[in-house]
């Protein structure tokens, strides 16, 4: 099974709503990204959980909040977006945390927010 | 500011034909280069990397050009098909985590 899911497809929600989107991976990867992609641009890191301990938070801000509670999921937890929050939210996973690891990359949520 | 830079912006191509994507770095440290493929509506999936040891490298029809000197690196997509129509991002890493992406080509072939 090489595939990362991500749940839900897509996600409608109010400025005031709280949400969780969810990643999941069962390849024994011990490395855990989420990603913010807006439309026609790169995907932008937000946070790495190496070995379900998070590593790098690329200064997001907190109404964004990841969660790892085992080695095979990733929530992230959103509360009081912003319409320009609305973009595609990627999970990936590498087998390490080494740049020579290929991070493989979930479908994505579309997230909106009105 | 990015890190990377990527050209085209978008580019066409006829059925068979070649398509180049060029990207530029600055940061020397830099040492390790994949190129992602993204299909609408879907994540990026890995395509070809390449080290700056190598100044060539080839899987299948697609092909990585290294430049070091010049800090430069492309994709050359060989006998271009409409199943490559697509949206490509060169990336660099030279940390453990972090890839810095070029800011994407979208890959048009016609039949």
């Known amino acids: 099974d090489t595939e990362v899911t991500q749940t839900p497809k897509h996600l409608v929600m109010g400025m005031t709503n709280k949400k969780s989107l969810k990643c999941e991976q069962h390849m024994g990867h011990r490395a855990m990204y989420w990603y913010k992609q807006k439309a026609k641009k790169p995907p932008e890191l937000m946070f790495v959980y190496s070995y379900e301990k998070l590593s790098i938070n690329e200064s997001v801000p907190s109404r964004f909040s990841p969660e790892c509670p085992n080695s095979s999921l990733l929530n992230l937890h959103l509360h009081a977006l912003q319409p320009e929050d609305s973009a595609l939210y990627l999970c990936?996973?590498?087998?390490?945390?080494?740049?020579?690891?290929?991070?493989?990359f979930g479908p994505g949520t579309r997230l909106t927010v009105l | 500011q990015q890190q990377v830079k990527q050209s085209p912006q978008s580019l066409i191509v006829q059925k068979g034909g070649i398509s180049i994507i060029n990207c530029a770095y600055e940061?020397?440290?830099?040492?390790?280069f994949p190129w992602y493929q993204q299909f609408p509506g879907k994540g990026p999936a890995l395509l070809i990397a390449?080290?700056?040891?190598?100044s060539e490298k080839k899987e299948g029809r697609f092909t990585i050009s290294f430049n070091k000197s010049a800090k430069q690196f492309s994709l050359h997509i060989m006998d271009s098909q409409p199943g490559d129509s697509a949206t490509y991002f060169c990336?660099?890493?030279?940390?453990?985590?972090?890839?810095?992406f070029g800011a994407g080509t979208t890959v048009t072939v016609r039949a």
């Open positions: 990936a996973s590498s087998q390490e945390p080494l740049r020579e690891n290929e991070q493989f």
């Open positions: 940061n020397t440290a830099f040492d390790y």
């Open positions: 390449i080290r700056p040891d190598v």
């Open positions: 990336a660099a890493n030279n940390d453990d985590y972090k890839l810095s």
